[in-house]
């Protein structure tokens, strides 16, 4: 099983990032899909989650609005929109694939700073 992040990077307050997440050795239709963050110092948070069925979403407070997530069955990936990046969004965002069990991928670096 591995999940595998891309995208992550340095960028301006107010820029955009869209980090995407391959995923091998399972069958990743089946799995809800989600983004957590951490933060130095601080717990892992949910960012986003996607939905295997029907593909609804939800999303937390603090990015509600801003960023999207996305994922393609077809590709087995999953998406991670990110607009009008803040400071406080600055963590280690981790792709996570969740059913009879979480698998986690190894984090992609995002860092916002002018």
């Known amino acids: 099983v591995q999940l595998v992040e891309s995208g992550g990077g340095l960028v301006q307050p107010g820029g955009s990032l869209r980090l995407s997440c391959v995923a091998s050795?399972?069958?990743?239709?089946?799995?809800?899909m989600g983004w957590f963050r951490q933060a130095p110092g601080k717990e892992r948070e949910l960012v986003a989650r996607?939905?295997?069925?029907?593909?609804?979403?939800n999303y937390a407070g603090s990015v509600k609005g801003r960023f999207t997530i996305s994922r393609d069955n077809a590709k087995n990936t999953v998406y991670l929109q990110m607009n009008s990046l803040k400071l406080e969004d600055t963590a280690v965002y981790y792709c996570?694939?969740?059913?009879?069990?979480?698998?986690w991928g190894q984090g992609t670096q995002v860092t916002v700073s002018s």
């Open positions: 996570n694939a969740h059913w009879e069990r979480d698998y």
């Open positions: 050795g399972f069958t990743f239709s089946n799995y809800d």
């Open positions: 996607i939905f295997n069925a029907g593909g609804s979403t």
